[in-house]
């Protein structure tokens, strides 16, 4: 039973966007605050955007000003919009709960930054 799925990760070159989705079930999703995170190869992975339910927003000082993470109640599904990538944003991005525990994790998404 897939409860997370990522999707919208890519090859861009630097400077360009992507956009990702995370498709969540609505026990994971459903009054929680919703993460992204990465993890890049090497690398602990690190929580790089939140929003709660009511949607407020926190970002990594990292991303901050590049990236914005959104989410659509209705259709259990949150999105992070990165613009101005840079090479140091190649991970594999997967989303989760916030806060209460985390659920089992995706499979993630590749994001590629080509210098």
């Known amino acids: 039973q897939v409860q997370l799925v990522e999707s919208g990760g890519g090859l861009v070159q630097a400077g360009g966007s992507l956009r990702l989705s995370c498709a969540a079930s609505g026990s994971i999703f459903r009054f929680t605050a919703m993460g992204w995170y990465r993890q890049a190869p090497g690398k602990q992975r690190e929580l790089v955007a939140s929003?709660?339910?009511?949607?407020?927003?926190n970002y990594a000082d990292s991303v901050k000003g590049r990236f914005t993470i959104s989410r659509d109640n209705a259709k259990n599904t949150v999105y992070l919009q990165m613009n101005s990538l840079k090479s140091e944003d190649t991970a594999v991005y997967y989303c989760n709960r916030k806060s209460g525990g985390f659920a089992s994790w995706g499979q993630g998404t590749q994001v590629t930054v080509s210098s």
């Open positions: 929003i709660t339910w009511g949607g407020s927003t």
